[in-house]
């Protein structure tokens, strides 16, 4: 993926991007969420939105237009509401940027900027969703905000993150197997989270309800 001709696309098309809609159904959904955190939190020009993609598509922002960027995400590039969605952005438009796992899928066409990914063991985060995002957004506020200063570190954290997490996993795999063991009959099991990682909690309190109601396991998730 190349977020450096991704941006001067944009940039060439669009001029400054005023407003991001980050955009997708279930988990896809989650994957977005450090993006929007990120414009959130160190933008001086963008606002952010995280909306799922059916509300976007039957309720779009009134803000809408050229100078609005869409992220869009679906795994299986075939769901129907990021379509719909996609199709709203462009209808009004604004940039728009698919990102599938399947080549070859309604997500993957030349309508509209699109990237597909790689989701096998030993994929580098920086090509993952997550990454691909904020690889974008990097990109985009170098281009577009003068006084951002983040761009250096964001690019050497990305060469850095695969180390540092496959560390950490072996650090704490241990640690994670006695936890299980400790507290598996606890009838309550709270996950709590904030910042860019408020997503991933409910991933993890849905993977647990869902084991709860497969009869699997007794606990049930709360999310704070």
């Avoid at 704490?172 to 936890?179: G, K, M, P």
Wanted: aromatic residues 8%.
């Amino acid at each position: 993926m190349d977020a450096v001709k991704i941006v001067n696309k944009i940039n060439k098309e669009h001029g400054t991007i005023k407003n991001v809609y980050f955009l997708a159904c279930g988990g896809s959904l989650v994957d977005l969420y450090p993006g929007y955190y990120f414009v959130r939190a160190e933008s001086t020009v963008m606002d952010a939105q995280w909306i799922p993609a059916r509300e976007f598509a039957l309720t779009p922002p009134k803000k809408l237009g050229k100078d609005s960027l869409l992220i869009i995400c679906s795994h299986s590039g075939k769901t129907k509401e990021c379509l719909e969605a996609a199709k709203t952005g462009m209808d009004a438009g604004a940039a728009v940027v698919t990102m599938t796992h399947a080549p070859g899928s309604p997500c993957d066409t030349d309508k509209w900027i699109s990237v597909v990914y790689d989701w096998a063991p030993g994929v580098k985060e920086a090509e993952k969703p997550q990454g691909i995002v904020l690889r974008i957004l990097n990109e985009l506020m170098k281009v577009q905000e003068p006084g951002y200063k983040l761009y250096d570190k964001i690019v050497e954290g990305f060469e850095k993150i695969d180390d540092v997490i496959a560390a950490a996993v072996k650090d704490q795999q241990n640690a994670a197997w006695l936890f299980a063991e400790k507290y598996s009959e606890e009838p309550n099991l709270y996950i709590m989270a904030s910042g860019a990682s408020y997503s991933h909690l409910l991933t993890s309190g849905n993977a647990v309800d869902g084991l709860r109601l497969s009869e699997q396991c007794g606990i049930f998730p709360r999310t704070v």
